[in-house]
């Protein structure tokens, strides 16, 4: 996942490396990356989802001020996916796409 997610950060010893064991050890692996599957369209939700998407559909818009993060080498969440996420909210809200940063943006950009 770390090389498809963010590809131009290498892997450090004490990084991301032994993080997959916890993966591979739980049903954290198996349950995060059929959430992926799910959202790109490659798998059907998991039966008993139905009722709390709908209840989370419900809730009224964000209206607090929000500021989001994207990287723009990111390989999981696509940079063309994050438009319209402003529809979402109602307060102030301002979207940030961060150069040369992938998936996981605390280890690719730890400083500002």
Known sequence: MWESWS?????HRHGVRGKGAIL????LGRITLHSYRV???N???APGWAQ???KLAAFPPIDVPAVQLF?????????????????????PYRG????DTGHFIPANAPTP
């Open 7 to 11: 590809a131009a950060f290498a892997i």
């Open 24 to 27: 591979d050890q739980s049903r």
């Open 39 to 41: 959202r790109w369209g």
């Open 43 to 45: 798998a059907a939700p």
């Open 52 to 54: 709390l998407d709908a």
């Open 71 to 91: 990287g723009r080498d990111d390989g999981a969440v696509l940079a063309e996916s994050t438009k319209g996420q402003e529809s979402f909210f109602v307060g």
């Open 96 to 99: 940030e796409m961060l150069p």
